[in-house]
């Protein structure tokens, strides 16, 4: 299996940054994409950032120009930049990653969620 730890979040004050960080290990083949969520009370989850092995990066428009994703394939880990931090940002950030497990084939994994407050 692929488990998938977060690590970053906490208390920042609006116009703050905050680097999240999420490192995949198990028995990874190799890892396709690798994207950050969140998900704040009363809503869906929805997509942060987006990254595939190529380097090829997808943003919400809402992070555009304030979020920066990127990733360390030699590490299997995904980082996300966060400045500019609003109030809207708050929310639960979770990891995902998409690839091949060894032993199972395709796999889609996601880390335990680390909770992002803004607020002054």
């Known amino acids: 299996q692929v488990q998938l730890v977060e690590s970053g979040g906490g208390l920042v004050q609006p116009g703050g940054s905050l680097r999240l960080s999420c490192a995949a290990s198990g028995s990874i083949g190799s890892i396709y994409a690798m994207g950050w969520y969140r998900q704040a009370p009363g809503n869906q989850r929805e997509l942060v950032a987006h990254?595939?092995?190529?380097?090829?990066?997808n943003y919400a428009d809402s992070v555009k120009g304030r979020f920066t994703i990127s990733r360390d394939n030699a590490k299997n880990t995904v980082y996300l930049q966060m400045n500019s931090l609003k109030s809207e940002d708050t929310a639960v950030y979770y990891c995902n990653a998409e690839g091949y497990d060894k032993f199972l084939g395709d796999f889609g994994s996601w880390g335990q969620g680390t909770q992002v407050t803004v607020s002054s």
């Open positions: 990254i595939t092995s190529g380097g090829t990066t």
